[in-house]
């Protein structure tokens, strides 16, 4: 049976109880948008994600009354697939807004949600210390250490690997009192070049350390792969092309590369002198914080960021959610962190097969149209 938005698609909030509740079946307008930003090619800074709904009733209720719907209850938004209902997003409702229009005799509600990673980015941690071993004071026990201390002031925050590769930092001995615990998740994940983000199946947040990303690039192209592609297929790995954004922009990367640790003024230069060559300099001075005679040393991290100097590449793709024969298609079921393979081919050309990582997806979705747009990247 074919997919149908109307039907197919549902938004629900959850009931102190613990039970979830469709708000209404038919879905006017989504927009969703979830992942990390990155920065001079290699850092990846987490974002809080949102999601926009906005409905059209015929009735007064919700209105006149008070909507069971409110700022703060969990909310999520699902599709349905092979007798399964999966999630693309989940979170917390942000804000309702309702207006009654004349015109329509409708009333017209616009939802607004965010998941927990503005918990975290927002939560004031009175202390916070890293101290102990160099066992206890590696990426992935600072991580486990900061969503503690998070969980400690609200316990709907958690955070955990998204693999189980090792960490490739350090952090030094240091105390911080009154600080925003988004503050030391930025400065973690600047010496790690790790990413995090929020998992769009459940509440939990996510991190991949630096070997985690190395692994999944290490990916190679198989004909199995989910694949965009502007090339028709009827393979049911085969995704449509809409748009690409394939483009040359030097701005984006760092080839001479000065980096200091905050806390003694050592820094480190990398200047990837083909990088140089062949696209110019592109300088860039960076402060992190971690100790030089950890898991990774300054000498490493600045190689690390210069060696990702390429600006050709292919920034984002968009493609349609439902196939051609009506059915999902597989990209709907993409998350952040995850491979994709892309293909394009023209007419006297060299056919493109690229592997990127997903960092961003944007879902817009219509009583019509569900269109998903993805942000990539491709770094060291």
């Not at 469709?22 to 948008?33: G, K, L, P, T, W």
């Not at 974002?47 to 007064?60: F, G, I, N």
């Not at 300099?281 to 210069?306: I, K």
């Amino acid at each position: 049976m074919a997919f149908d938005i109307k039907t197919d698609l549902r938004v629900q909030y959850e009931y102190p109880s613990g039970t979830w509740n469709s708000i209404q079946n038919f879905v006017y307008e989504v927009d969703i948008d979830r992942g990390i930003v990155v920065e001079s090619g290699v850092f990846a800074r987490p974002d809080v994600s949102t999601a926009t709904v906005r409905l059209s009733k015929s009735a007064l209720t919700d209105l006149l009354s008070y909507p069971l719907y409110q700022s703060n209850q969990n909310f999520r938004i699902q599709y349905l697939q092979s007798s399964t209902w999966v999630t693309i997003f989940i979170g917390l409702i942000q804000n309702v807004s309702m207006r009654y229009v004349t015109e329509t005799k409708k009333l017209d509600i616009t939802i607004t949600a965010n998941d927990l990673m503005k918990v975290l980015l927002n939560t004031r941690l009175t202390n916070y210390v890293v101290d102990g071993t160099t066992t206890a004071r590696s990426f992935k026990n600072v991580m486990a250490s900061l969503s503690s201390a998070v969980n400690a002031i609200d316990s709907r925050v958690s955070i955990s690997q998204f693999l189980s590769g090792a960490s490739g930092t350090t952090q030094s001995s240091n105390g911080w009192d009154e600080i925003i615990a988004g503050e030391l998740l930025n400065q973690f994940l600047d010496a790690e070049l790790g990413w995090c983000w929020s998992n769009r199946f459940t509440s939990v947040l996510q991190y991949a350390t630096r070997s985690d990303i190395n692994s999944l690039q290490n990916e190679t192209w198989s004909s199995g792969n989910l694949t965009i592609s502007n090339v028709h297929s009827t393979s049911s790995n085969h995704v449509c092309m809409d748009a690409m954004d394939l483009s040359y922009d030097s701005d984006s990367i760092v080839n001479k590369v000065k980096v200091t640790r905050s806390l003694t003024g050592v820094s480190v230069v990398s200047t990837n002198t083909s990088s140089v060559s062949a696209y110019g300099p592109q300088a860039g001075d960076f402060e992190v914080e971690f100790d030089n005679t950890g898991l990774s040393g300054l000498g490493a991290w600045a190689s690390t960021v210069s060696d990702a100097a390429s600006p050709k590449s292919i920034k984002s793709i968009s493609a349609p959610a439902i196939r051609r024969d009506g059915e999902i298609s597989g990209i709907a079921n993409v998350d952040i962190c995850q491979n994709i393979q892309v293909e394009f081919a023209a007419t006297g050309y060299t056919t493109l097969h690229e592997i990127y990582l997903i960092t961003r997806i944007g879902h817009t979705i219509s009583a019509n149209h569900w269109e998903i747009n993805l942000g990539l990247w491709k770094g060291i």
